[in-house]
């Protein structure tokens, strides 16, 4: 079946500190990955959406300078949350899809992070 | 921009009680709706979806059909279990603007006691 794997599962960074994440689609071609932020008190927010091949388009609030992604294959994807604060903090979700005339997601597990 | 409205915020039942979870959208065109269920510790997995008004979507004993009269999705279950506790999403995606984009609403937390 088709699986996504995100890690790490769970992060603690220091405030003004960047941290990393990675998403790993297997058992699929992941063409579209979508990364979604879910914060307390509020629902899944989109960050940016990532097809292979195309440029990374960035939802408003988000930028690349602040939330750089990338995704040099159909199997992988990689964000970094740039000097994070405490704003920054909850769960990051990857979720990826075969073909761009799809809205069918798989998410993977999420990495949440923590900033101190 | 589109919306997805989720009535309750929680919803606390009796295993065998009837379930029903309210959702409304707004968006321009017709956009295809799903239902979510998210875990603990686990990211949201797809319940199901339906694209067309009146289609009725359904899984693991929910359902929801479609009415673009109400603009609503309604999640329905005649008979909850205690596994069903979890956090339920609306959301929709809007294939005209072929953006891929899922509007998720803001979640039902479901608790069942035994």
């Known amino acids: 079946g088709a699986l996504v794997y995100q890690y790490p599962r769970r992060t603690i960074c220091k405030s003004g500190t960047s941290m990393r994440m990675e998403c790993q689609a297997v058992?699929?071609?992941?063409?579209?990955v979508a990364w979604y932020r879910q914060s307390p008190q509020k629902t899944f927010e989109l960050i940016a959406l990532?097809?292979?091949?195309?440029?990374?388009?960035?939802e408003q609030n988000f930028t690349q300078e602040k939330f750089p992604i990338s995704h040099p294959n159909l199997s992988f994807s990689s964000m970094t949350v740039l000097n994070a604060y405490l704003e920054d903090r909850g769960l990051y979700l990857c979720?990826?899809?075969?073909?761009?005339?799809?809205?069918?997601?798989?998410f993977g597990s999420g990495t949440r992070l923590l900033v101190i | 921009g589109d919306s997805v409205t989720q009535t309750e915020g929680q919803v606390a039942l009796s295993e065998e009680d009837f379930l029903t979870i309210h959702c409304n959208y707004s968006a321009s065109g017709y956009p295809t709706l799903f239902w979510y269920v998210q875990y603990p510790g686990e990211g949201p997995q797809l319940l199901f979806r339906a694209s067309r008004d009146k289609e009725k979507g359904s899984s693991r004993g929910f359902e929801a059909t479609y009415d673009k009269g109400t603009t609503s999705f309604h999640l329905r279950k005649a008979s909850v279990q205690e596994s069903d506790s979890a956090v339920y999403y609306c959301?929709?995606?809007?294939?005209?603007?072929?953006?891929?984009?899922?509007?998720f609403g803001h979640g039902t937390i479901l608790r069942v006691h035994p």
């Open positions: 959301a929709l995606s809007d294939p005209g603007a072929n953006t891929g984009k899922l509007t």
């Open positions: 990532s097809t292979v091949n195309s440029a990374i388009k960035y």
């Open positions: 979720g990826a899809r075969l073909w761009t005339g799809s809205s069918d997601y798989t």
């Open positions: 058992g699929f071609q992941a063409t579209s």
